[in-house]
């Protein structure tokens, strides 16, 4: 089973009236008001998987500051997710789930109080403490806030994004590693553009293969091109096969 874990999804309205959004949301607006940053529906998430071969896709939201928009665009998940026949499972962007979700994201918080608590995973957006400049880069939790929420919360099951911004490496430490154990994630998202491809091979290294996920951060990066750049870091059969989708089938209980 294929399954690409982080992709975004909107409401054909938002992607209509994506200028008067970006003026009223600085988050939204940072990232969106241009124009040439890739907005998608669920038809054209379902096209890209046709291309790209993908299972299931987790679509995810957006961290809204109103929480009328939240409710409008974590509905329009859970329609979507609904009408597709278990290839889309919603991830609402909403501090409760609503019926019809599998999960909440994708969560932009800095602090771990502000993460929601809930029994359904969480995907977070996290940023590396140093690297390089992008839109939409602050707004998540840095690898210590990551160790601190991860600490005070054991029951969450958290998907960490974007390789946890460089979480992994502290699970050198045995007792951070043994936090980990079959209740995080880190994902690839947007991987091309943040990290070298030796990123994968690090990473499986340290945590282990059980705790490392594919995300294309689609519409961002192409479903099609994002698994070539995957299969390209991972020639082992083995290693390759979990990532694309046997740890996150594992992890969101798919048959
Ligand atoms: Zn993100």
Known sequence: MIVDIHTHL?????????????????????????????????????????????????????WWRDPALAAEHAAYLVDVARASSGR?????????????????????????????????????????????????????????????????????????????????????????????????LFDSAASAYLYAPDIFRLVIDITGLDSVAWGSDFPLRPQTVDRAYVEAALPDEVERAAVLGGNAARFLGLG
């Not at 998987?49 to 299931?56: G, K, P």
């Not at 019926?99 to 109080?113: D, L, M, W």
């Not at 502000?114 to 390089?132: D, I, Q």
């Open 88 to 184: 889309i499972l919603a991830f609402v962007p909403t501090r409760e789930a609503m019926e019809g979700a599998a999960g909440i994201g994708e969560v932009r918080e800095r602090t771990p109080e502000g993460v929601p608590a809930s029994t359904l995973p969480v995907l977070l957006h996290s940023t590396e403490e140093t690297g390089h400049a992008y839109a939409g880069k602050e707004g998540g939790l840095t690898p210590g806030a990551l160790g601190r929420l991860l600490e005070a919360r054991p029951e969450a099951r958290i998907i960490a994004a974007h390789w946890g911004g460089g979480f992994p490496f502290a699970a050198v430490v045995p007792e951070v590693r043994s936090r980990l154990a079959g209740r995080v």
């Open 10 to 62: 909107f409401p054909p309205r938002f992607i209509a009236e994506r200028v008067s959004l970006a003026a009223s949301d600085e988050a939204f607006g940072e990232m969106y008001a241009d124009p040439k940053a890739k907005m998608a529906t669920a038809e054209d998430l379902l096209a890209s998987m046709e291309r790209a071969r993908v299972d299931v896709s987790v679509a995810c939201g957006f």
